[in-house]
């Protein structure tokens, strides 16, 4: 599923990573051996419900992973070295300068108690060698950049004196300060009304072909990946159902839970009396993992050996591979 992927061209290569969480004896499987990789410069979506485990596969690059929580196996190769095997001094000096973060939500991610000027000198000192003037400077021409107007004036001001789409920007200056190679979004635009969202697409997509940056895209819905991502991945269960090129996820889709992703994204041009189509039943308990597929109780496609096996990933073409059974005779022939 590399494609033509030179070693050169890689900046991050996940290789069957697992991780888990235990609470009172029981074992939470919230990612389940998956692989992928990035090439420098290029925008992956991670899409999937609520407990898929794309936040956690995501937040494990960085080893942002609560104390219940463990990774249990695999490697995460960034620029070709395993961060798994980094010091704790190592992941400290990666974090925030070659690998930025943006949460869900900004309100919680600054310090409402310090203005936007400290807590962006704060990291400008933490990660580089700048004087105060500077830094200064430096924080001016970030804010300018993610179309905050008026930076002077606003470099003075507290969190909560900014709209909730203000706010992200901030967030997003504050993690492109070190200029990264890799920007994680997680769920960046999940707070914010319809319009402010695509201002914040628009953003992250002018500022990765400014910067040539990398960028995974967390997200749960398939309708805002739609006009960012080179290649997307599905993730059901804490594991990859569907991957490949956006276009082959948006119209040569081959997994059915991709499918009922796609069904419940409201479309502009449908007739307005037309009503959503939501995927059946519950994702599944974690803690409890059954034999077969994840996905084959609430699949209308289900058959015998889905409820006893588990589909691998079958590769329909070099750059588009889904796990479903139904794939088998396609493939084949």
């Given at each position: 599923m590399n494609g033509h992927d030179t070693t050169?061209?890689?900046?991050?290569?996940?290789?069957?990573?697992?991780?888990?969480?235990?609470?009172?004896?029981?074992?939470?499987?919230?990612?389940?051996?998956?692989?992928?990789?990035?090439?420098?410069g290029e925008v992956l979506g991670i899409v999937g419900e609520s407990g898929s485990g794309k936040s956690v596969s995501s937040h494990s690059i960085l080893r942002l992973i609560p104390e219940s929580g463990?990774?249990?196996?695999?490697?995460?190769?960034?620029?070709?070295?395993?961060?798994?095997?980094?010091?704790?001094?190592?992941?400290?000096?990666?974090?925030?300068?070659?690998?930025?973060?943006?949460?869900?939500?900004?309100?919680?991610s600054l310090d409402p108690l310090f203005t936007v000027e400290y807590q962006l000198n704060e990291s400008l000192k933490k990660h580089t060698d700048l004087d105060a003037a500077?830094?200064?400077?430096?924080?001016?021409e970030l804010l300018s950049m993610v179309g905050i107007n008026q930076p002077e004036r606003r470099l003075k001001?507290?969190?909560?004196?900014?709209?909730?789409?203000?706010?992200?920007?901030?967030?997003?200056?504050?993690?492109?300060?070190?200029?990264?190679?890799?920007?994680?979004?997680d769920e960046p635009t999940t707070a914010l009304d319809v319009t402010i969202q695509a201002q914040i697409i628009d953003l992250l997509k002018?500022?990765?072909?400014?910067?040539?940056?990398?960028?995974?895209?967390?997200?749960?819905?398939?309708?805002?990946?739609?006009?960012?991502?080179d290649k997307?991945?599905?993730?059901?269960?804490?594991?990859?159902?569907?991957?490949?090129y956006s276009r082959q996820i948006f119209f040569e889709k081959a997994h059915p839970y991709t499918e009922g992703l796609l069904a419940s994204v409201p479309d502009v041009e449908s007739d307005?009396?037309?009503?959503?189509?939501?995927?059946?039943?519950?994702?599944?308990?974690?803690?409890?993992?059954?034999?077969?597929?994840?996905?084959?109780?609430?699949c209308e496609y289900a058959m015998r050996i889905c409820t006893r096996e588990d589909a691998p990933l079958f590769e329909l073409d070099a750059t588009h591979a889904a796990a479903c059974w139904k794939l088998l005779k396609e493939t084949a022939q």
């Open positions: 050169d061209n890689v900046l991050l290569e996940i290789r069957d990573l697992s991780v888990s969480f235990f609470h009172g004896g029981a074992e939470v499987q919230a990612v389940r051996g998956i692989n992928y990789t990035l090439k420098k463990k990774i249990k196996s695999g490697q995460i190769l960034f620029d070709g070295k395993d961060i798994l095997r980094m010091s704790k001094k190592e992941i400290q000096d990666l974090r925030g300068n070659r690998i930025a973060m943006i949460f869900q939500d900004p309100m919680t500077s830094r200064k400077k430096r924080m001016l001001q507290y969190p909560y004196e900014f709209s909730g789409g203000m706010r992200q920007r901030v967030m997003i200056a504050m993690a492109l300060s070190c200029d990264p190679q890799l920007l994680i979004a002018e500022l990765k072909d400014r910067l040539g940056m990398a960028i995974i895209f967390i997200t749960h819905d398939l309708g805002v990946v739609s006009d960012i991502c997307i991945i599905v993730m059901y269960a804490g594991k990859i159902v569907e991957e490949g307005v009396n037309e009503k959503l189509r939501p995927i059946r039943g519950n994702p599944p308990d974690m803690s409890c993992v059954k034999e077969g597929c994840a996905f084959a109780p609430r």
